[in-house]
C-alpha cells in the first residue's frame, strides 16, 4: 500500500468508504466482499469470488466485485494502484494459486480490519467470553426419574451379529477401535429399522457397528446413504 500514500490512516480511509457506500452495495457484493474476509488467509481468486455471490462465470465476478472497488476507490478519492479496480482493495498474487490453479487475490488487512470494526462481522480468532459465555452450571444436579419405553432385546441375536462381524465395524470396515473388558473387540449392535419404529430384532435387521459409525447413522448429515449401503452390501439384510 506504501506505494500509493504512505501517508495516509488507510483503516479509517476505508472505514469511511465502506460506510458511505454501504446503501449501494448489493447482495453479490457485500457476499464477495465477506467471503473475501473469510477465506484461509484471506486470499481468493476471481473465480471462487464469483462462486461465493452465485454468478455463474468468472467474468461477472470480477465485474461485480471490480464495481464495488470503484466505488471504494471514488469514495477515498484515490486510484487504485494498478489497471484492475481490484487493486484498492486487495493485492494480487498470481504465484498464490488456489487449489484449481487460479492465482488469487489478497485482501488487504486493512480493509479486513474496518469490516470488523464496522461490525459487519464477528472478529475472528478471537473467540472470548463474549461470544461463548461460560454457563455456570449445577453443582449437583437434581434427580429426575424418568421413565422409558425399553424393548426387550434378544441376546442371542446380538451374539450372533457379533460374532459375525468377527470384529470388524459392518459400516467402515475398520477394526473395533478397542477391546472391551472382557477382551472383545468392541463393536455395538444397531438395528437398522429402529425397534422403537417397531422394527424386528433379528439378524436380517441388526449390524454390528463401530462407535463412530453407530452414532453416524444415528445422527448423521448422510445416515440415509450409510442405511442404503448396508442393504447392498450386506446380503443377510431385509428391508422392512
Ligand atoms: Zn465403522
Ligand atoms: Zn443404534
Request: hydrophobic fraction near 35%; proline fraction near 5%; charge should be negative.
Amino acid at each position: 500500500m506504501e506505494q500509493i500514500n504512505d501517508n495516509q490512516d488507510w483503516l479509517t480511509l476505508f472505514k469511511k468508504a465502506l460506510l458511505k457506500i454501504e446503501p449501494e452495495i448489493n447482495e453479490g457484493q457485500r457476499k464477495m466482499l465477506l467471503g473475501h474476509y473469510s477465506a484461509p488467509g484471506m486470499a481468493l481468486s476471481v473465480k471462487r469470488l464469483a462462486e461465493i455471490a452465485g454468478y455463474e462465470g468468472f467474468r461477472s465476478g470480477s465485474l461485480h466485485y471490480g464495481k464495488l472497488a470503484r466505488k471504494i476507490s471514488v469514495a477515498i478519492d484515490i486510484i487504485p494502484p494498478t489497471q484492475d479496480q481490484i487493486s484498492i482493495i486487495a493485492e494480487w498474487n498470481g504465484n498464490q494459486k488456489d487449489e484449481r490453479g487460479h492465482g488469487q487475490w489478497i485482501l488487504y488487512d486493512e480493509v479486513a480490519q474496518a469490516i470488523e470494526e464496522l461490525g459487519w462481522v464477528k472478529i475472528k480468532n478471537n473467540v472470548s467470553q463474549q461470544d461463548f459465555p461460560i454457563p455456570l452450571g449445577v453443582e449437583k444436579p437434581k434427580e429426575i426419574i424418568s421413565q422409558t419405553t425399553q424393548r426387550e432385546r434378544d441376546a442371542l441375536v446380538r451374539d450372533w451379529v457379533l460374532r459375525a462381524a468377527n470384529g470388524i465395524c459392518e459400516c467402515c470396515e475398520q477394526e473395533a477401535p478397542f477391546e472391551s473388558s472382557d477382551d472383545l473387540p468392541y463393536l455395538e449392535v444397531h438395528h437398522i429399522r429402529h425397534l422403537a419404529n417397531d422394527g424386528s430384532d433379528t439378524v436380517s435387521n441388526a449390524v454390528a457397528l463401530c462407535p463412530n459409525c453407530h452414532r453416524e447413522l444415528h445422527h448423521g448429515k448422510h445416515k440415509d446413504e450409510l442405511v442404503e449401503n448396508l442393504y447392498v452390501c450386506i446380503p443377510r439384510l431385509k428391508r422392512e
